[in-house]
């Protein structure tokens, strides 16, 4: 087993990453940049190592700089964990170059896996079902003839994507110039390759992935599935196990069909075989109709991973850890089974209500729910500065419970506990979902946040918060406003606290002069 | 007694605040509640309101308020006076200004071009996302205030339009 290892990411996903570390007895590094130097994950790690300023591209991105931190601190392996470098082959085989365990599937996996052009090509040849489409074209009429043959809606995406960049729906001809151009630029900006393939738009598809794991000794599984449909901009927000649409059966070929796709590739460590699933093709099949086609694998640990681990009742970290090292993944496909519930939410730091821009400022109040079935994993405590610099996640929270319907409650419950100030978050949306009537019949598909949800905010504050935000005004420790002649004094709060966030308030003294 | 105004989406609350021995009085135009502060730390207020028990958390920033009751976060803005009708916006309304920091990416429009609303005037990226700036309404562009490549701060005016 390795002795140390380099985290080359930052966050909630390095603190967890490091906490599987810490249960396995492996000292652990963290890497940082100049925007994280009192981050959370280096304060977890035994010891970090300043890599750079703050954009990623001198930082998290730079391979040389964190292999040669792995070097210096002596580490015999590094953790990728999500987004940054954990596609990314030439840092996989880099790695390898040095002497050091990456963490993860072969570079050759991840580069067959990576491209999804020639991946589909392997699919296609390995049986697995795949959308209607084209690759490897890059003239604007090879598009637009291809189009014509697909049929509108169309999908155009980069070659290389991932994570909604570098794709768009088009309607009709008329769009596709513009959506080409900006697909392209955006893929060429986010993975540095602007390569773009087309295929068949499916509108209702939810989005269905399958957990696969396996060793370096041929054992290979699948971990069942995870329904991903409540996306906002391409981007999951919230996800649960298992999917309340899937039959036994559809269940187990999927998990097969993900099994074959990724034996197609030499696959091992975990990885995720995503899916589109289309229920009422599922419903009216007969024989050959088919319901589900591969999307795209992703050659990593999942955001989402925790509600597989909550279900299934593995760490799958730990097991990252221990099959990379070497060992036999010990179990059959029969030793799995599904328990009970588990749904994740992502907290974002962002505003629903504007288009989810983002939104950067420092946490005033970070202040985490607690009890029976509940999991939190966040890269942020109060004070912490929320940057433009990173993804605005702030937290995953998981729930797990004995069936769908009190897991909901659990997480509806939870989040009315997780109290984050200073930066705007999705609570609310996310609250608003739950709620609705088409995420408890599970109709919700990946197109129902911008199509079907009309969620706004509240218009009005209720009276009782204006009632509070009126008493912060005297509750101030030190406070000087004067009321009636007299100084105002503070119930229940004796003592000064340095870290209140009601000493930050310089607008609290008005009136003192 | 004191005098309070929160602003909260061009809305403007204004409460009158009284102590009265151990309790509180706030009133808000014919609404009115009697408050005991049970305990207030580190910004989590425990209060009986009308003999109700309600827990507040509560932060502030500058003017701004941060309220969460019952799972339900409010931004409010104090602010030092009572606004008479109407409410002035920071910006003219055909000033665009970048929603976050980023890098504008694309310039799509020059000055003096007329463009329909809801035209992609320039692409601004910021947290590795595209933010497309568009045209309010239709108009012609007076003002360009930015060159491609260039790194723009939040609020940072961008371009201007005026009503063609």
Same mark, same amino acid.
Request: glycine share 8%; aromatic share 8%; hydrophobic share 40%.
């Given at each position: 087993?390795?002795?140390?290892?380099?985290?080359?990411?930052?966050?909630?996903?390095?603190?967890?990453?490091?906490?599987?570390?810490?249960?396995?007895?492996?000292?652990?590094?963290?890497?940082?940049?100049?925007?994280?130097?009192?981050?959370?994950?280096?304060?977890?790690?035994?010891?970090?190592?300043?890599?750079?300023?703050?954009?990623?591209?001198?930082?998290?991105?730079?391979?040389?700089?964190?292999?040669?931190?792995?070097?210096?601190?002596?580490?015999?392996?590094?953790?990728?964990?999500?987004?940054?470098?954990?596609?990314?082959?030439?840092?996989?085989?880099?790695?390898?170059?040095?002497?050091?365990?990456?963490?993860?599937?072969?570079?050759?996996?991840?580069?067959?896996?990576?491209?999804?052009?020639?991946?589909?090509?392997?699919?296609?040849?390995?049986?697995?079902?795949?959308?209607?489409?084209?690759?490897?074209?890059?003239?604007?009429?090879?598009?637009?003839?291809?189009?014509?043959?697909?049929?509108?809606?169309?999908?155009?995406?980069?070659?290389?994507?991932?994570?909604?960049?570098?794709?768009?729906?088009?309607?009709?001809?008329?769009?596709?110039?513009?959506?080409?151009?900006?697909?392209?630029?955006?893929?060429?900006?986010?993975?540095?390759?602007?390569?773009?393939?087309?295929?068949?738009?499916?509108?209702?598809?939810?989005?269905?992935?399958?957990?696969?794991?396996?060793?370096?000794?041929?054992?290979?599984?699948?971990?069942?599935?995870?329904?991903?449909?409540?996306?906002?901009?391409?981007?999951?927000?919230?996800?649960?196990?298992?999917?309340?649409?899937?039959?036994?059966?559809?269940?187990?070929?999927?998990?097969?069909?993900?099994?074959?796709?990724?034996?197609?590739?030499?696959?091992?460590?975990?990885?995720? $075989?995503?899916?589109?699933? =289309? #229920?009422? *093709? +599922?419903? @009216?099949?007969?024989?050959?109709?088919?319901?589900?086609?591969?999307?795209?694998?992703?050659?990593?640990?999942?955001?989402?991973?925790?509600?597989?681990?909550?279900?299934?009742?593995?760490?799958?970290?730990?097991?990252?850890?221990?099959?990379?090292?070497?060992?036999?993944?010990?179990?059959?496909?029969?030793?799995?089974?599904?328990?009970?519930?588990?749904?994740?939410?992502?907290?974002?730091?962002?505003?629903?209500?504007?288009?989810?821009?983002?939104?950067?400022?420092?946490?005033?109040?970070?202040?985490?729910?607690?009890?029976?079935?509940?999991?939190?994993?966040?890269?942020?405590?109060?004070?912490?500065? $929320?940057?433009?610099?990173? =993804? #605005?996640? *702030? +937290?995953? @929270?998981?729930?797990?419970?004995?069936?769908?319907?009190?897991?909901?409650?659990?997480?509806?419950?939870?989040?009315?506990?997780?109290?984050?100030?200073?930066?705007?978050?999705?609570?609310?949306?996310?609250?608003?979902?739950?709620?609705?009537?088409?995420?408890?019949?599970?109709?919700?598909?990946?197109?129902?946040?911008?199509?079907?949800?009309?969620?706004?905010?509240?218009?009005?504050?209720?009276?009782?918060?204006?009632?509070?935000?009126?008493?912060?005004?005297?509750?101030?420790?030190?406070?000087?406003?004067?009321?009636?002649?007299?100084?105002?004094?503070?119930?229940?709060?004796?003592?000064?606290?340095?870290?209140?966030?009601?000493?930050?308030?310089?607008?609290?003294?008005?009136?003192?002069? | 007694?004191?005098?309070?105004?929160?602003?909260?989406?061009?809305?403007?609350?204004?409460?009158?605040?009284?102590?009265?021995?151990?309790?509180?009085?706030?009133?808000?135009?014919?609404?009115?509640?009697?408050?005991?502060?049970?305990?207030?730390?580190?910004?989590?207020?425990?209060?009986?309101?009308?003999?109700?028990?309600?827990?507040?958390?509560?932060?502030?920033?500058?003017?701004?308020?941060?309220?969460?009751?019952?799972?339900?976060?409010?931004?409010?803005?104090?602010?030092?006076?009572?606004?008479?009708?109407?409410?002035?916006?920071?910006?003219?309304?055909?000033?665009?200004?970048?929603?976050?920091?980023?890098?504008?990416?694309?310039?799509?429009?020059?000055?003096?071009?007329?463009?329909?609303?809801?035209?992609?005037?320039?692409?601004?990226?910021?947290?590795?996302?595209?933010?497309?700036?568009?045209?309010?309404?239709?108009?012609?562009?007076?003002?360009?205030?930015?060159?491609?490549?260039?790194?723009?701060?939040?609020?940072?005016?961008?371009?201007?339009?005026?009503?063609?």
């Amino acid at each position: 087993m390795f002795k140390k290892i380099l985290i080359a990411n930052r966050g909630e996903i390095a603190i967890r990453i490091m906490r599987a570390c810490r249960e396995l007895g492996i000292r652990t590094v963290a890497v940082y940049s100049d925007a994280d130097k009192n981050a959370l994950h280096v304060q977890h790690a035994d010891e970090a190592i300043h890599i750079g300023p703050a954009a990623s591209k001198e930082s998290y991105l730079d391979m040389e700089k964190i292999i040669a931190a792995a070097k210096k601190t002596n580490a015999d392996a590094i953790h990728p964990g999500y987004g940054f470098l954990s596609e990314n082959a030439s840092f996989a085989a880099a790695v390898a170059a040095s002497q050091l365990t990456f963490i993860g599937p072969s570079a050759e996996s991840i580069r067959l896996m990576g491209d999804k052009a020639e991946s589909k090509i392997r699919m296609k040849q390995a049986g697995v079902p795949t959308v209607p489409g084209v690759e490897g074209i890059g003239a604007e009429n090879d598009f637009k003839k291809a189009a014509k043959e697909i049929g509108y809606p169309v999908l155009v995406k980069a070659a290389a994507g991932g994570g909604g960049k570098g794709m768009r729906v088009v309607q009709d001809e008329g769009e596709l110039s513009e959506a080409i151009e900006s697909a392209r630029r955006e893929a060429l900006h986010a993975f540095g390759d602007e390569r773009l393939l087309i295929e068949k738009y499916i509108p209702n598809a939810h989005h269905v992935e399958i957990q696969v794991f396996g060793d370096q000794h041929g054992n290979l599984f699948h971990l069942f599935e995870r329904e991903c449909s409540v996306q906002r901009r391409h981007q999951k927000i919230i996800e649960e196990t298992p999917s309340p649409l899937l039959t036994p059966e559809l269940r187990a070929e999927m998990g097969e069909a993900a099994v074959r796709a990724a034996r197609a590739v030499n696959y091992f460590n975990a990885g995720t $075989v995503e899916f589109i699933f =289309d #229920p009422d *093709l +599922a419903s @009216l099949r007969h024989g050959s109709g088919q319901a589900f086609f591969f999307l795209e694998m992703n050659t990593r640990l999942q955001v989402e991973h925790p509600i597989t681990e909550l279900v299934v009742g593995l760490d799958l970290v730990q097991w990252q850890m221990r099959v990379a090292a070497g060992e036999r993944f010990p179990f059959t496909q029969s030793h799995f089974t599904q328990r009970g519930h588990a749904i994740e939410c992502r907290l974002y730091a962002e505003d629903p209500a504007s288009g989810f821009l983002p939104s950067t400022g420092k946490l005033l109040q970070f202040s985490e729910p607690r009890g029976p079935g509940i999991r939190v994993d966040s890269g942020f405590t109060i004070g912490d500065e $929320v940057t433009h610099f990173y =993804d #605005p996640l *702030l +937290a995953k @929270l998981i729930v797990h419970a004995e069936d769908r319907e009190r897991a909901i409650q659990r997480m509806q419950a939870a989040l009315k506990d997780f109290i984050v100030h200073g930066v705007l978050t999705n609570i609310d949306f996310l609250q608003a979902v739950l709620a609705h009537p088409d995420f408890a019949n599970g109709e919700v598909t990946t197109r129902w946040v911008e199509t079907n949800f009309n969620w706004a905010p509240p218009s009005e504050p209720s009276f009782e918060a204006l009632v509070a935000a009126v008493l912060a005004e005297v509750t101030v420790p030190g406070s000087r406003f004067q009321v009636s002649g007299s100084r105002y004094q503070v119930p229940g709060l004796n003592e000064v606290d340095p870290y209140s966030p009601w000493k930050t308030g310089s607008g609290f003294r008005m009136g003192a002069n | 007694m004191i005098k309070l105004h929160f602003d909260h989406s061009n809305q403007q609350y204004n409460l009158d605040l009284s102590s009265a021995g151990k309790s509180y009085r706030a009133a808000m135009g014919d609404k009115i509640v009697d408050i005991e502060i049970i305990q207030a730390n580190n910004g989590k207020l425990d209060l009986l309101i009308d003999g109700e028990r309600v827990i507040a958390y509560v932060s502030s920033d500058n003017a701004k308020r941060w309220v969460t009751i019952h799972g339900q976060t409010f931004v409010l803005t104090k602010s030092p006076r009572a606004r008479r009708g109407g409410h002035g916006h920071p910006h003219a309304a055909g000033e665009l200004t970048a929603p976050m920091p980023g890098q504008i990416r694309a310039l799509n429009v020059s000055e003096g071009e007329a463009v329909p609303k809801g035209q992609t005037l320039l692409v601004l990226e910021a947290m590795k996302m595209e933010i497309r700036v568009q045209a309010p309404f239709d108009g012609v562009v007076s003002t360009i205030s930015v060159k491609a490549g260039e790194i723009v701060e939040r609020e940072q005016i961008l371009v201007k339009i005026d009503h063609g």
